[in-house]
């Protein structure tokens, strides 16, 4: 009698413990409650930086074109080397901006860039712009955060969703 009376004691104590309702508890998280919004601020951010490069490209009255992908870029010095093309190493002397003015890198200082042009290790929108190039172009080129470092920048002197403008040109291909 003793041991079934403990029996309903434990059994009525655990059916209680379960039954009280703790309210600090989580509820599921519905990604599609945030989806839009999200959708929403980030098309909004680009309109936003579109119209500061454009603004920007008006202010110094830079003839550029603009890729579907949003690269603005102008070739000032056409050379008459080989085409750039995936699969080959690109070597450029350059200077990169921040849409503010500031230099952050510039090869004088920091050396030469070399990259396997298709194999990604840079901004998208720098392989882009190479592919259009020859060798001896030199070119400016207007990349959009979502084409460079994005939302978390360089890690280094690249703040987060910055726009790069860079002056370069493509010296060799190997």
Known sequence: MKTTGLIIV???VLNSCNSIRDNSETRE???????????EANRQAM???????DRFVERYNWQMEKTGTGLRYAIYRQGNGPKAEEGKIAVLRYSVRLISG???????KDGLKEFLIGRGGVESGLEEGILLLRVGDKAKFIIPSHLGFGLLGDQNLVPPKSTLIYDLELISLH
């Open 47 to 53: 309109l936003e930086e579109d119209s500061q490069i």
């Open 102 to 108: 500031d230099e952050i890198y510039n090869s004088d």
């Open 10 to 12: 434990t059994a009525l």
């Open 29 to 39: 998280f519905d990604p599609k409650l945030v989806e839009q919004p999200l959708v």
